[in-house]
């Protein structure tokens, strides 16, 4: 077994308001993720579920973890395999489905990267990295569902 990697938030609740949870629509869903040597992130509930669209969601960043993990494998990988990137960008979106009774679950998440390379490369050997970095990508082997990944055309590097 490899090293164990400990992950430490603290999560401070905003939203009690005068009335706390005396209704469901009484209290605020507003709070602060908070990482010791970090910045403090404004976060909330979806704003379906009465939150502030201003605000991250847990669903917003588990988007996001999903990937941004995907790019750092990828980068990664293409270092490795002396492909010089030199811009990225994903437009990932995720599905969420919620039950009648309210609980609910990701169904799937598609990432689409645009990667920007120095020198013209072989598109089946960028589908590879992505592939090496979905294999890799330690966020997305911990989740029950599809994480897809719909790469946009590579592109090379404007010249100056």
């Not at 401070?12 to 993720?33: C, N, P």
């Not at 502030?52 to 917003?60: G, I, L, N, Q, V």
């Not at 598609?110 to 979905?134: S, T």
């Not at 082997?141 to 599809?146: I, K, M, Q």
Request: aromatic content about 8%.
């Amino acid at each position: 077994m490899g090293p164990l990697h400990t992950y430490s938030v603290i999560v401070d609740w905003t939203g009690a308001g005068d009335r706390g949870t005396e209704s469901y629509t009484s209290y605020g869903r507003d709070h602060v993720v908070r990482i010791e040597g970090k910045p403090p992130l404004p976060g909330s509930s979806d704003l379906a579920f009465r939150g502030d669209a201003d605000r991250y969601s847990p669903e917003d960043l588990f988007v996001a973890a999903l990937a941004q993990c995907h790019m750092l494998w990828f980068l990664h990988k293409a270092a490795m395999a002396g492909v010089a990137v030199t811009g990225y960008t994903d437009r990932a979106t995720g599905t969420m489905r919620v039950e009648v009774a309210g609980a609910g679950q990701f169904t799937e998440v598609v990432l689409h990267p645009k990667v920007e390379v120095a020198e013209p490369v072989a598109e089946d050997v960028v589908a590879d990295l992505h592939q090496q970095a979905h294999d890799h990508c330690f966020i997305a082997r911990s989740v029950n569902f599809p994480v897809r990944h719909a790469p946009l055309a590579t592109q090379v590097a404007a010249r100056a």
